[in-house]
Structure formats: structure tokens, C-alpha cells
């Protein structure tokens, strides 16, 4: 399903629909187009997330937002040289605020679609797949990893760009240290869980990986210590 907003929203009409959706349900900060914030978000402030993408090359590329919420890194990446940028969501109604907020900011080429694309594939990939703190506890836990590297590889036929954190203690989990190793085998060693490599694997001999922070993506490294900033590339691209 593809939301286009008919006309330029204004302020005041993205702070109310900012304020229906609640604030459990916006991710990011949320600039308007005049500079001022709309809603605060959740985790990392603005300087911080500035350096989640940090120089990171997506000029000329088309770009797949996965996961994108409202759009923040959507937009980001457009003002980067993305020539087109087509952010998804699972949920339809900050898939719809997602379009009035690019109207609002005067975005062509970034278009926000609702869907579940851990389950369906794009027409046409784009050249990069985002996947920005997509990968958490939960999802490790419940053995989805393998079906995010299948959606990211379907979805990016060049690059796969990911921010999580590429180790964590067994004990940071929320699962046994025996259920993480039937899920993944070999993933488990050294007392910890190894996402990065785990990932790698999942995607297999085709991609190639590099890590392009050393575990801190910016600010002061109290909310960020632990991720770091991960892109695959396509051995034949």
C-alpha cells in the first residue's frame, strides 16, 4: 500500500497527527520544515543519530528504508545524493504521517510504503537496504535473523547497510545460552553471542562485510558504546 500526500501539510496539521499516534510509536525525533522539532522520539538525540550514517555513499543509489518509522534516515539519506529513497513500515498509519512529513519538507523521489517486507520482496530492489537498529534482543531471540538477511538481501541487490551491536553477553539475552545455539549454530563462544559474524554467515559467501565504526557510532558513547555500523557488499556488483 503507497500513501502520497495531495498538498503541503502544515505544522500544526503534522503536530496533530504526530500527537495521535502517541509517543511510544515515534522512534526518531521528528524535525519540521522550518527547523523546529515536532516530537522528541525515542533513544539517541540528533547530533547523536548524525553519525549513524556518517559518510556513508549514497549518491546516485536507490535506497530501501527498512523499517523506517517516520522517515528520519528516509530523508537523511535523499538529502545525501539518494536518487530515490522507498521507506517501509509494517504499520500503515506511520506509514501515512511518514508521507505528509516528506511533503512537508518539500522531499521529491522518497516515497513510504506499508508492508511486511520480512515476508514480501520489492518489484525492483534498490541498489542499498537499510536496516538501522533493526536487530535487537527480541528479534535474535525468536530466531529471526535469518529472515531479516533473506528480506535485506532481496531488498538491496548491492548493499546491505545495518547499525546493532555486534556482540552481546549471554546473559544480555533473553534466551538460554542452548536455544541461541541450536538457533544459530556456531554463533555461540567466549561466553558471548557474535551477531556480526552470525549475519555474516546468514547471508553467506555472496556478500562481503565491513565495519565501518569500531563500536561507537557518535555522541558520548553512553547510549551508543555498544553498536556499531556494518556494510555488506555484493561480490558481483
Not at 133 to 160: M, P, S, T, Y
Request: hydrophobic share 45%; glycine share 12%; proline share 7%.
Amino acid at each position: 500500500m503507497l500513501y502520497a500526500a495531495p498538498a503541503v501539510p502544515s505544522v500544526e496539521h503534522l503536530r496533530d497527527l504526530l500527537a495521535r499516534l502517541g509517543p511510544e510509536r515515534i522512534w526518531r525525533p521528528v524535525p519540521g520544515p522550518d527547523g523546529g522539532l515536532l516530537a522528541p522520539g525515542e533513544g539517541p538525540d540528533m547530533d547523536m543519530l548524525a553519525g549513524y550514517v556518517g559518510d556513508l555513499d549514497v549518491a546516485g543509489k536507490s535506497v530501501a528504508d527498512l523499517g523506517c518509522n517516520l522517515g528520519y534516515f528516509s530523508f537523511m539519506t535523499r538529502r545525501m545524493g539518494a536518487t530515490r529513497v522507498v521507506g517501509c513500515d509494517i504499520d500503515p498509519e506511520i506509514v501515512q504521517v511518514a508521507g505528509e512529513l516528506a511533503k512537508a519538507h518539500g522531499l521529491g523521489r522518497v516515497e513510504f510504503r506499508a508492508v511486511d517486507f520480512l515476508r514480501e520482496k520489492p518489484d525492483i530492489p534498490c541498489d542499498m537496504a537499510l536496516l538501522i537498529d533493526f536487530i535487537g534482543r527480541q528479534g535474535i531471540a525468536k530466531g529471526r535473523l535469518a529472515a531479516v538477511a533473506a528480506a535485506a538481501a532481496a531488498w538491496g541487490r548491492r548493499e546491505l547497510f545495518f547499525t546493532l551491536r555486534p556482540v552481546y553477553r549471554l546473559d544480555d539475552l533473553p534466551v538460554a545460552p542452548a536455544v541461541l545455539d541450536r538457533l544459530y549454530p556456531g554463533s555461540v563462544h567466549d561466553g558471548r553471542f557474535h551477531l556480526a559474524d552470525t549475519l555474516a554467515g546468514l547471508l553467506g559467501p555472496g556478500w562481503s562485510m565491513r565495519q565501518l565504526t569500531t563500536g561507537r557510532l557518535s555522541g558520548d558513547g553512553r547510549a551508543s558504546l555498544a553498536k556499531a555500523a556494518l556494510l555488506f557488499t555484493r561480490n558481483d556488483a
